[in-house]
C-alpha cells in the first residue's frame, strides 16, 4: 500500500504560480511511477503530468506543456507540480496518484490515490 498526501493548492490571480506536493508513505517508493491528475466541476478527471522511476522519463498534457513542472524527490517520498502562468481554466481539485505502470497517463491505470487539493485561480 501507498498512502498519498497532497499539499499546497490555493487561490491564485491569473499569471500566477502554485506549488503543489504530494508525500507518500507506506511501500518503497522509487520504483512507482507518480502522476498528477485534475478535475474540475462538472468535467472529468484528467491527466496533467507524469513522472516515471528515477525522472526517466516526464510527459505532460498538451494543455499545461511549458506552464507546468513535475518533480520528485524519491529520499523523501515527494513529488512537486511547479505551476507557472496559471489561468482560470486551470481551476480544479489537484490529485496525486501512484502506478507501477511506466508512461501510464489513464486515470485507470494508477492504482494510489490522494485525497485532492484545491487550486482556485481568478481571473
Known amino acids: 500500500q501507498v498512502q498519498l498526501v497532497e499539499s499546497g493548492g490555493g487561490l491564485v490571480g491569473a499569471g500566477g504560480s502554485l506549488r503543489l506536493s504530494c508525500a507518500a508513505s507506506?511501500?518503497?517508493?522509487?520504483?512507482?511511477?507518480m502522476g498528477w491528475f485534475r478535475q474540475a466541476p462538472g468535467k472529468e478527471r484528467a491527466f496533467v503530468a507524469g513522472i516515471a522511476q528515477n525522472g526517466a522519463s516526464i510527459y505532460y498534457a498538451d494543455s499545461v506543456k511549458g506552464r507546468f513542472t513535475i518533480s520528485r524527490d524519491d529520499a523523501d517520498k515527494l513529488v512537486y507540480l511547479q505551476m507557472n502562468n496559471l489561468k482560470p481554466e486551470d481551476t480544479a481539485v489537484y490529485y496525486c496518484?501512484?502506478?507501477?505502470?511506466?508512461?501510464?497517463?489513464?486515470?485507470?491505470?494508477?492504482?494510489?490515490w490522494g485525497q485532492g487539493t484545491q487550486v482556485t485561480v481568478s481571473s
Open positions: 507506506g511501500r518503497t517508493f522509487a520504483p512507482y511511477t
Open positions: 496518484a501512484a502506478t507501477i505502470r511506466p508512461g501510464a497517463t489513464s486515470g485507470q491505470m494508477y492504482e494510489y
